[in-house]
Every structure is written in structure tokens, then in C-alpha cells.
């Protein structure tokens, strides 16, 4: 089992930053892929990016070169810079694992709200 607890997120300004977190616990973090999705009320949850344990990462169209995900295998964390913040990705952001590149998302944890203002 794997435990997922995000943090980070806040208000901020339309062209802005956030830093989200995501605090891992169990099994051994290293090996799993970890992802970061997120949520607008009434739509479908969306990828936003994901990073294997290797080290390899990637991004919807959407952020790229915006967002970039990166893990610290010391602190069993895995973070989520966002950059140049659009006032339509404010949403709730959910950190996830899984346990081999091609597998389902097993863990998720409960998401953090974050809020851009126009």
C-alpha cells in the first residue's frame, strides 16, 4: 500500500506560480510511477503530468514547458512546479502512483485545491 498526501496548493494570480507536493508512504517509493492529474467541478479528471521511476517525464500539451514534475527519492516526494498559471486551470490537483509504467493508477491521494484569479 501506498499513502498519498498533497500539499501546496493556495491563490494565486493568473500568471503566477504554485509548488504542489506530494508526500509518499509505504512501500518503496522509488519504484512506482508517480502522476499528478486534476479536476475542474462537472468535468472529467485530467493528466496533467507524470514521471517514471527513471526519471522520465512527461506532459499534456497543455503545460508543457510550463509545469514540470520532479521526485526527491530521499523525501518520498514528488512535486509539481506550475508556472505562468492560466486563470482556467484552477482545479483540484491529485498526486497518484502505480506500481509499472503501463499499469492503472492504484493510489491517489485526496487532491489540493488550486485557485488562479484572473
Known amino acids: 500500500q501506498v499513502q498519498l498526501v498533497e500539499s501546496g496548493g493556495g491563490l494565486v494570480q493568473a500568471g503566477g506560480s504554485l509548488r504542489l507536493s506530494c508526500a509518499a508512504s509505504g512501500r518503496t517509493f522509488s519504484s512506482y510511477g508517480m502522476g499528478w492529474f486534476r479536476q475542474v467541478p462537472g468535468k472529467e479528471r485530467e493528466f496533467v503530468a507524470a514521471?517514471?521511476?527513471?526519471?522520465?517525464?512527461s506532459y499534456a500539451d497543455s503545460v508543457k514547458g510550463r509545469f514540470t514534475i520532479t521526485t526527491d527519492n530521499i523525501k518520498n516526494t514528488v512535486y509539481l512546479q506550475m508556472t505562468s498559471l492560466k486563470a482556467e486551470e484552477k482545479a483540484v490537483y491529485y498526486c497518484?502512483?502505480?506500481?509499472?509504467?503501463?499499469?492503472?493508477?492504484?493510489?491517489w491521494g485526496q487532491g489540493t485545491q488550486g485557485t488562479v484569479s484572473s
Open positions: 514521471i517514471t521511476s527513471w526519471n522520465f517525464a
Open positions: 497518484a502512483a502505480r506500481e509499472a509504467p503501463d499499469a492503472q493508477y492504484g493510489y
